[in-house]
């Protein structure tokens, strides 16, 4: 079994546009990026928060009484609540505009070297939700057939409204990190560093970007890691953003708003399916971070891996 992993165009373009840095330099802008985007969505949620506060009636009762427990409650409320979790999704555009500002201004690139490439832009995205839902699919399955995972049927809090704004939250939050860690990240340390380098070093920062998640595990760290290198491996064979961006997108969407199961730690109310992780089973199902904490979406991952790795690249062009 021969595994190649090839340079793709958008890291031949961004080298020419201008040379790679050293790998501790390009870190610190990396950090430097992430903070400026962070920074971008803070300026959209923070008043919106404000405002999800300030009308609510017990936020005022609180104030008035001076009661620090209650404040501490509806602080959690609100940013568990649907209306704050759509606002973080969509506040994502920050971060696009923000990432494809630096490649533009800083290194000179063009947006094909972040993997905006024009050729096949539906049939790319359409097959990346297709994979997504499968592969995600395919790691629920598991953990049905090991007892891991159960269904308690349809839920009751499920509103057809909410759950098309948390698909549309999610195309964006999805590609938000997409472009940050492969159409940004791995095409940076590709202009001068080997692919493989270039795929491990962001595949993981980017599983380190959720150590902040609730429930997460070593167990989990070792997912996410591996998500990044599928990530890079399907953007380098397929040469275009679009199709992982897409995969992203769904992957996240079905897990919390078709499926029930938490997202990297993160809870939604609008599901069409109500889930129960059992007990007991957390290795498989990956308990409190969901099931990309356990082995079932482990071995979905490097089945993804070594299936993307001994498939010829996709000749792209702009």
Same mark, same amino acid.
């Given at each position: ?6 340079t793709p ?13 050293n790998w ?6 990396f ?8 920074i *971008?969505?803070s300026?959209i949620?923070?008043?919106?928060q404000?405002?999800l506060?300030?009308t ?11 009661d620090a ?9 609100v940013t ?8 973080m999704?969509?506040a994502?555009i920050?971060m ?8 533009k201004l ?7 070297t ?5 050729k096949d832009?539906?049939k790319?995205?359409?097959i990346?939700l297709t994979?997504?839902?499968?592969f995600f ?9 090991t007892?891991?995972?159960?269904f308690?049927?349809?839920s009751?809090t499920?509103?057809?409204g909410i759950f098309v704004?948390? *698909? ?31 795929v ?5 920062f980017?599983?380190?970007l ?17 998500f990044g290198?599928?990530a ?10 679009w199709?992982?961006?897409?995969f992203?997108?769904?992957w ?5 708003n ?6 990297? *730690? ?7 399916l109500?889930?129960?992780s059992?007990?007991g089973?957390?290795?498989i ?8 904490g356990g082995?079932a979406?482990?071995?979905v ?16 062009e702009?």
């Amino acid at each position: 079994m021969k595994m190649k992993l090839e340079t793709p165009k958008a890291v031949v373009e961004a080298r020419e546009a201008k040379a790679g840095w050293n790998w501790f330099l390009e870190l610190l802008v990396f950090a430097l990026v992430f903070i400026l985007a962070t920074i *971008g969505e803070s300026i959209i949620a923070v008043p919106v928060q404000m405002y999800l506060m300030l009308t609510n009636e017990a936020y005022w009762s609180a104030v008035g009484n001076e009661d620090a427990e209650l404040l501490a409650n509806l602080v959690m409320e609100v940013t568990s609540s649907n209306a704050y979790m759509l606002m973080m999704l969509f506040a994502n555009i920050a971060m696009i505009l923000i990432v494809m500002l630096f490649c533009k201004l800083a290194q000179k690139r063009r947006m094909t070297t972040l993997g905006f490439v024009k050729k096949d832009i539906v049939k790319e995205y359409g097959i990346g939700l297709t994979v997504g839902f499968v592969f995600f699919t395919v790691a629920v399955l598991l953990c049905m057939i090991t007892g891991s995972l159960r269904f308690d049927g349809l839920s009751s809090t499920f509103s057809l409204g909410i759950f098309v704004l948390f *698909g549309l939250g999610y195309m964006i939050q999805g590609m938000a990190e997409e472009v940050l860690c492969r159409g940004y990240f791995l095409v940076s340390i590709g202009r001068r560093y080997p692919m493989w380098a270039a795929v491990m070093l962001n595949s993981l920062f980017f599983a380190a970007l959720h150590l902040g998640n609730a429930g997460i595990s070593p167990l989990a760290f070792v997912n996410l890691t591996l998500f990044g290198i599928f990530a890079s491996v399907y953007f380098i064979k397929r040469g275009s953003l679009w199709g992982i961006g897409a995969f992203h997108s769904i992957w996240n969407f079905v897990q919390g708003n078709f499926y029930g199961i938490k997202v990297s *730690g993160l809870t939604t109310s609008c599901t069409i399916l109500e889930s129960v992780s059992v007990e007991g089973r957390e290795l498989i199902n990956g308990g409190a971070f969901g099931l990309e904490g356990g082995l079932a979406v482990t071995l979905v991952l490097v089945a993804g891996i070594l299936f993307l790795l001994n498939r010829p690249a996709k000749s792209t062009e702009c």
